[in-house]
T-cell receptor, first 113, second 108 residues
Framework: ETGVTQSPTHLIKTRGQQVTLRCSSQSGHNTVSWYQQALGQGPQFIFQ???????GRGNFPPRFSGLQFPNYSSELNVNALELDDSALYLC????????????FGPGTRLTVT | EDQVTQSPEALRLQEGESSSLNCSYTVSGLRGLFWYRQDPGKGPEFLFTLYSAGEEKEKERLKATLTKKESFLHITAPKPEDSATYLCARGGGFKTIFGAGTRLFVKA
């Protein structure tokens, strides 16, 4: 069974640029959620995708957007990067209608300078 | 607004010194209370799900319990390898809300 994978591992961008982060969900999982985790904080929910549609969104501006593909993999896109976007971005996969537990990837460390 | 509050922020134990971590959560609309372990620079690792008051689950030296307003993660005779951040999370609808975590340090 393949776990959740994310790419890239680390990324350095300049303020105002755009970035795309990628996630492959765990085999058999149909739902993907994205989280932002600042240093010393818990993960903050960005949005969730199910059947290629956004299923719910946290308190993040529209410049945070995403996609889910037919194979359940997903992308997180962030436009007009700001310094405060520097964080660990986590992808989690789960089974809709399951127990609610999520399985996380290793994360992408984004640094905005 | 749904909230999850964890205490203490940090906990330093000697190897073998048992203790408990606390998680307080918003009760309304709860669909599962989750515990995760997170090692530095890695994604959270799922540990337990609890659904109803009185429920308990165990895994090795860890035991999670749930009351109507709180959850506890009990660590019995911890070892240095138990050092990590332990995250509590509240499920409700599509959204999972995490606490800030308790950073546990176990010294040999």
């Amino acid at each position: 069974e393949t776990g959740v994978t994310q790419s890239p591992t680390h990324l350095i961008k300049t303020r105002g640029q755009q970035v795309t982060l990628r996630c492959s969900s765990q085999s058999g999982h149909n739902t993907v959620s994205w989280y932002q985790q600042a240093l010393g904080q818990g993960p903050q929910f960005i949005f969730q995708y199910y059947r290629e549609e956004e299923n719910g969104r946290g308190n993040f501006p529209p410049r945070f957007s995403g996609l889910q593909f037919p194979n359940y993999s997903s992308e997180l896109n962030v436009n007009a990067l700001e310094l405060d976007d520097s964080a660990l971005y986590l992808c989690a996969s789960s089974v809709r209608g399951g127990g609610g537990e999520q399985y996380f990837g290793p994360g992408t460390r984004l640094t905005v300078t | 607004e749904d909230q999850v509050t964890q205490s203490p922020e940090a906990l330093r134990l000697q190897e073998g010194e048992s203790s408990s971590l606390n998680c307080s959560y918003t009760v309304s609309g709860l669909r599962g209370l989750f515990w995760y372990r997170q090692d530095p620079g890695k994604g959270p690792e799922f540990l337990f799900t609890l659904y109803s008051a009185g429920e308990e689950k165990e895994k090795e030296r860890l035991k999670a319990t749930l009351t109507k307003k709180e959850s506890f993660l009990h660590i019995t005779a911890p070892k240095p390898e138990d050092s990590a951040t332990y995250l509590c999370a509240r499920g409700g609808g599509f959204k999972t809300i995490f606490g800030a975590g308790t950073r546990l340090f176990v010294k040999a």
